[in-house]
């Protein structure tokens, strides 16, 4: 992907629509549709406010529960809505200047999939026998079909598609060219991509980028080599459960240098990911909320700054801006809550950190180096990292510091540096640089220095351009 690309320069809003509009938990395909999208709209405008510039939305279209099991992939959910009313939308966002990316669920469908219905009334005379993976009229399925097929990760309520038949192929590729006519959509993220045929992947790429220049298509990946669907030919970003991990795991621990390895590892002057930015996230709605995984509060904020500082492209989790706390009890439920707006950013116990991610968000949709530059480590311990961004035209030094304590420290760079650096995160302290050293004084304890050789921008009245409200612990 170039350079150029519009996502470098993202910060993502993840939205899952289903459980924020407080849609019923299951659908009953009679009832008529519901006006429930209208609730995103302040939501955009609360993205906006927090510095997003992209939205992900969670699965939109008709399905059975949570949207991951899709009913018709050209329908917009009953429970939030008509096509009109997403397209709507959407064309709010554009106008906002802020691009969309839907949930592309391709690896399988809900058992009330238009043609998997067809195949259960029909059975071998269905024209849609061959779009499942693993039919057989010899077996019986666990709902007591009269055939067995395949069931993504032993959920036989999520049907396989096989995405090597090219009716199917050419079905949800449709889907995708109507969803980018109607909707005026910017992306997929394909769900579950790590399941779905490369070669589907790789077509689909080729058919995206013709069509549409600039398409982004996300994949999700758990584990394994990224590079293996991440490349030039296939998709342009995949999930960094990696570092997700990292993010808070560290913290938890007292261990640093867990993120501080993968980060060498991925980003480094050897990083095997050079050049691949990665998505970047603390939480989402698969996985516990990450107030929810830390021991202590304050870590929340040195977590965001190195979130908001490290290669790849960040996203925020609706709510955990404010640390809203969830985690599994059984159901992903917990973790995809319906929230109103103003209640959780006054009543939150953590809503200052809002102000954070603000601040953050800022910072690196304004930096270069943040957003392209390489990764160098200078310093780790067991509550402290230090890294530089560098891009030809900002170098950004990163002092993180979760410790109890204030922390001056002397960092080595790889190259000297010109001229001082000045702190985005508090605008009229700057350091010294002395050829290829920089002494950085006083970090405060579970806070951090962003420092760039690019002057801040002051406003109009004179204050500094990044001045958030002020917190303290």
């Known amino acids: 992907m170039p350079a150029s690309h519009w996502a470098w320069g993202s910060v993502f809003y993840h939205l899952y629509p289903l459980g924020l509009c407080n849609a019923p938990e299951r659908n009953d395909f009679t009832a008529s549709p519901q006006p429930r999208l209208e609730v995103l709209f302040e939501w955009l405008e609360h993205a ?62 809900g058992r009330d999939f238009w043609a998997f219905k067809d195949l259960l009334l029909r059975g071998k005379d269905s024209d849609y026998a061959d779009w499942f993976r693993g039919i057989d009229f010899d077996g019986r399925s666990p709902f007591g079909d009269p055939f067995a097929y395949r069931g993504w990760n032993g959920h036989f309520n999520l049907v396989q598609l096989d995405v090597t038949n090219p009716a199917v192929k050419e079905y949800l590729f449709a889907a995708v060219s109507r969803w980018v006519e109607e909707f005026g959509i910017d992306g997929v993220r394909l769900d579950a991509a790590d399941c779905i045929d490369i070669d ?30 991440a ?17 808070y795991s560290s913290h938890v621990d007292d261990n640093y240098f867990e993120i501080a390895y993968s980060l060498n590892r991925q980003f480094g002057p050897e ?15 698969d996985v516990d909320r990450v107030a929810s995984s830390l021991k202590a509060p304050e870590d929340l904020g040195t977590l ?15 709510g955990s801006e404010w640390g809203v706390t969830g985690v599994k009890d059984g159901s992903d439920r917990p973790l995809r809550p319906a929230l109103d707006l103003q209640a959780a950013a006054r009543e939150s116990p953590n809503a200052w950190l809002a102000d954070v991610v603000g601040r953050c968000a800022a910072i690196r949709r304004r930096s270069p180096a943040l957003q392209e530059g390489d990764y160098a480590q200078l310093h780790v311990a067991a509550r402290q990292i230090a890294f530089l961004r560098r891009c030809p035209s900002e170098s ?26 000045f702190d985005l995160l508090e605008p009229g302290t700057s350091f010294v640089t002395s050829g290829d050293r920089v002494r950085v004084e006083n970090v405060p304890a579970h806070w951090a220095r962003i420092l760039s050789t690019r002057t801040p921008r002051v406003a109009a009245n004179g204050a500094p351009h990044f001045l958030f409200k002020d917190w303290r612990w």
Not at 52 to 81: C, I, K, M, Q, W
Not at 211 to 223: R, V
Not at 396 to 420: F, K, T, Y
Request: charged fraction near 20%.
């Open 200 to 229: 589907f992947l790789r077509e689909l790429a080729t058919f995206c980028r013709r069509a549409w220049p600039g398409f982004w298509l996300l994949g999700e990946i758990i584990h394994g080599d990224y590079r293996h669907w």
């Open 396 to 421: 950004v030094l990163v002092v993180i510091n979760a410790g109890p304590h204030l922390l001056s420290l002397e960092c080595r760079l790889p190259s000297p540096v010109d001229g001082p650096l």
């Open 231 to 247: 490349n030039p030919s296939t998709l342009d970003s995949v999930t960094n459960y990696e570092c997700y991990k990292g993010l």
């Open 48 to 109: 906006q406010r927090l510095g997003a510039n992209a939205l992900y939305l969670g699965p939109v279209f008709e399905s059975s529960t949570h949207g991951y099991d899709t009913a018709d992939y050209l329908v917009v959910d009953r429970r939030l809505g008509r096509n009109e009313d997403l397209a709507r939308f959407c064309k709010a966002a554009r106008a906002a200047g802020v691009r969309v990316i839907f949930d592309a669920v391709f690896n399988h469908v």
């Open 271 to 285: 990083g095997i990911y050079r050049g691949l930015p990665l998505y970047n996230f603390a939480d989402n709605h």
């Open 304 to 318: 965001y700054c190195l979130l908001f500082t490290m290669p790849g492209i960040p996203s925020i989790y609706y």
